[in-house]
């Protein structure tokens, strides 16, 4: 199938997963991840309708929107060095990867608007996955009102590469449940109605617990390198 097949078959399945739980497919974005594709093949995402571009490192990002241009949102979806910040700044709608004071710190130094950021919690608690621990998250946002540039828009995971329903379902309602104790505390710095969390293999089912956002690559564009 071509990308405009697999984003008709994608958008579908969004809607089926959408009338199981009663929520509007207008509410679920889908970001085109296009880290292992070219600017062609990119090129032809966004000419099919897909509207979001979510890339994970700075050399993909600048030479893709070099080409491409800022008629799309773009995300910052990957992990992100403190040293890379000055350089992605200027091309990203939305940070995916916050999870540390240093990495505000540099944000808010080299921001001269404001900047959407995700938290990325590691809510399965994998020591191979970045972000910050569950039980920290209330005390990290607070800190956050310290940092004018730095909205956060909501909170980002990736869950464990399994096929386990049960664990995939666990780890995306925690994250609802998270996004919704840090929404109700009303924080102006910290709005935190989004969720970033679902791709590929597990997307169906973060939909049905709350994503707003979904980071979708090899299903969607294809993978070519």
Same mark, same amino acid.
Not at 101 to 123: G, H, M, P, W, Y
Not at 136 to 161: C, Q, S, W
Not at 172 to 180: I, P
Not at 192 to 198: A, N, R, V, Y
């Given at each position: 199938?071509n990308i405009?097949?697999?984003l008709s078959?994608?958008?579908n399945? #969004?809607?089926?997963a959408c009338?199981?739980? *009663?929520?509007n497919p207008?509410?679920?974005?889908?970001?085109?991840? %296009?880290k292992y594709? &070219?600017?062609e093949?990119a090129?032809e995402?966004?000419?099919?309708?897909?509207e979001h571009?979510?890339? *994970?490192?700075?050399?993909g990002l600048l030479k893709?929107?070099?080409?491409?241009g800022?008629?799309?949102?773009?995300?910052f979806?990957? &992990?992100?060095?403190s040293?890379?910040?000055?350089? #992605?700044?200027?091309?990203v709608?939305?940070?995916?990867?916050?999870?540390r004071?240093?990495?505000a710190k540099? #944000?808010?130094?080299r921001?001269?608007?404001t900047? *959407?950021?995700f938290?990325? +919690? *590691?809510? &399965?608690?994998?020591?191979?996955? =970045?972000?910050l621990p569950?039980?920290d998250l209330?005390n990290f +946002?607070d800190?956050m009102?310290?940092?004018?540039?730095?909205?956060?828009?909501g909170?980002?995971?990736?869950?464990? =590469? %399994?096929?386990?329903?049960?664990?995939?379902r666990?780890?995306?309602?925690?994250?609802k449940?998270?996004?919704?104790d840090?929404q109700?505390?009303?924080y102006? =710095?910290?709005?935190?109605?989004?969720?970033?969390?679902g791709m590929?293999n597990?997307?169906e089912?973060?939909v049905?617990?709350?994503?707003t956002f979904?980071? #979708?690559g090899? &299903?969607?564009?294809?993978?070519e390198f």
């Amino acid at each position: 199938m071509n990308i405009q097949q697999n984003l008709s078959v994608i958008q579908n399945n #969004i809607s089926e997963a959408c009338k199981k739980k *009663n929520r509007n497919p207008q509410d679920v974005k889908i970001i085109a991840v %296009t880290k292992y594709v &070219s600017t062609e093949t990119a090129q032809e995402a966004i000419s099919s309708g897909v509207e979001h571009i979510g890339e *994970n490192r700075q050399e993909g990002l600048l030479k893709k929107q070099n080409a491409l241009g800022r008629d799309v949102t773009w995300h910052f979806i990957g &992990s992100l060095q403190s040293r890379k910040v000055k350089e #992605i700044l200027p091309y990203v709608d939305y940070i995916h990867s916050l999870d540390r004071l240093s990495l505000a710190k540099e #944000i808010e130094k080299r921001a001269d608007r404001t900047i *959407n950021c995700f938290i990325q +919690v *590691n809510v &399965s608690k994998e020591e191979s996955k =970045h972000g910050l621990p569950a039980e920290d998250l209330v005390n990290f +946002v607070d800190k956050m009102k310290e940092y004018p540039h730095i909205r956060i828009v909501g909170l980002m995971t990736m869950a464990p =590469h %399994t096929g386990d329903e049960e664990t995939l379902r666990s780890v995306f309602s925690t994250l609802k449940q998270l996004q919704q104790d840090i929404q109700s505390r009303q924080y102006e =710095h910290a709005p935190c109605t989004e969720l970033s969390m679902g791709m590929s293999n597990d997307y169906e089912i973060a939909v049905q617990e709350g994503a707003t956002f979904v980071r #979708i690559g090899t &299903s969607l564009v294809g993978k070519e390198f």
